[in-house]
């Protein structure tokens, strides 16, 4: 008799998650633990925990390199069309979208003066030259990669994305990147209990966002933006640009650079926009793949 | 069992983190299935609604529709029942048809049986603002305050396309300062409570005021008449206050001579004045000549001040009569009188001055009443401290 409550969710799912804290290079890991996290993506998880389930006794390799031999069940096309996605490191080619170059010459390295520096933020940074924080671009280009890919995934799975910031002088700029890409924004004064008390403030049955993204992670006083709390305590993953005065602890994806310089902000802009349009045409496309493939079998039956 | 299996499905729907699906024999507890091993069901806790606000009823526009279509049939029958013509029955008829057939004895007359048409009875509702798949309409709407912040977003885009004109003019070499204003006479902004009839949502002093501010500022712009017409739907019309003064039409007496009919008030003093044309400036109160009346130079100025403002001084004959109230009143309750009288001597282009000179104005002080517990209507009694 099979035992296949034997390695039950609770237990496995702790060993994944401990497998990907320590191997958090592989791109693969990290969408896979926060498919967990995000609501429309239950019937993924359910496929793929279900899958590994399906193994006996303890689950193998999730870590970096070993790659168990899954034997998927035969799923409808819908099903096919999000777990293609997930077959790829980089499904969406986010890497194209910028070099290293771009990032130098769109002034992304500058961070502030050394009085300001967080103490969180020393890992991400290259060096001071004349008092002022130099953000080292290697780890930035990673970064961004990341979020861009998350993003990415998210936008195909049809998530509202909430872009937030509080610098007036993007706030403009931020709510038509938002606009044109289909999405959402918040540059305006946050008032308390927007995502915590939501169903008071917009009403019943509201749908909040499935990912925020920051381009500006202080607000107007230099302090932590409140939706950073209140996003993590909701379980709304986060993607933040934090610069060298941010505290980059609770942001699921931050993206170490420079969020004052106008180049700056425009560049991030595009690539956001850039990607959540690319995200949309692909759900495009695969729908027409596999609403193609579809129409092929029913000749035959 | 079918029972059993509907609140299965149901609990499945809900728990989207079920790991694996039941044959839908088994009968479900909530959590715990003890035969195929242990499936925990874990609830995203953005899906738990609140249960206080079950009670706010939704009215979807096919159920006031439907409501509307009800109302109307149900107003021929009764108009049928009653004998009334189905054609022209109006709100009244059926107030007191359904009063005849149904007498209700109820104290609280809103508790009584009503037939109304349903956009009174069901309340006007904001429609909802997200789709099927749960995404709103508006990019803002996660501010709270998505009319007022996508207006001034596309105030700030209507400026900023200013600047842009003004940067293309300068690369040609044409830009210059002297271009053609906002024409602003006559007009004025719309105010809080117009703004926020407008956009259907709640605008605090500050938000107007910010609103305001970026209109102006997008005014102070050289080349803004570019955007005229978008600003002109921010101003309004001021009606011109001359225009609501009732004129009276001349009347001519026996011997052909123009007379006009006045009445004016002032405290507790009431005046009715009569004025004829082709006069010498002669002046009677109450049966007496005006200088025995008012033997002081005070009130006779008051009474000559309309005829001086308009220059016409010695050309009109005065008949007055005035009762009660003191010297002062009396002499200002003949002077309004006079003021209104003189509207129908004189041309449109004059009532503007008059207006704004105070002739017209009827002045609301009155006597304040003692209060008790002082010694006059503000005068209190001498504090002592002990």
Redesign the interface.
Known sequence: MENQGGASVGPTTAVVEEIIRKCKKDLQLVVTQNIKVLPGLGFVTRSILASNLQLKGRLYGLAAGIRPVVQEPPTPEKDRVLSDSLKHPDFFHVSELFTLKDLFDARVHHGHKRGCRHRLMEPYLFGCRLEQDIIDLDQSVLHLQKALNFTAHCAYRKGIILFISRARQFSHLIETTAQESGEYAHTRYWQGGLLTNAHVQYGTGVRLPDLIVFINTLNNVFEQHVVVRDAAKMNIPTVGIVDSNCNPSLITYPIPGNDDTPSAVKLYCKLFKMTILRAKDKIRQMDLLYGHQKELPEPST | MAAGGGTFSALLRRC?????LLPLQTSPTAGWMPS?????CSS????K??MA??F?VNYTEEFIKQQIEEFNIGKRHLANMMGEDPETISQGDIDRSIRYLFPSGLFEKKARPIMKHPLEVFPKQRA???GE????FN???????QSY?SLM?DT??QF?NIQIYEDKLREKGLFSLDTKPVNLVGSRWLTKEELAEMLVEQISDYDYMHFLQLLERMLTLPYCSIKEEYVLKFRRKMEDQSKKQKVEPLQLDENGIAFCKGEGRRKTAKASVTIRDQGNGKITVNGMDYLLYFPSLQEREQLMFPFQFLNRLGMHDMDCTVQAGGVSAQAGAIRLATSRALLSFVTEREVEPMRQAGLLTPDPRVRERKKPGQEGARRKFTWKKR
């Open positions: 989207r983190r079920c790991a694996v195929l091993g242990r499936f925990i995203n806790p953005l899906q609604k609140s606000a079950t706010h909802v603002q997200w798949d749960g995404r709103p990019f803002l709407f996660y501010t709270g305050k912040y977003h700030y885009d900023l």
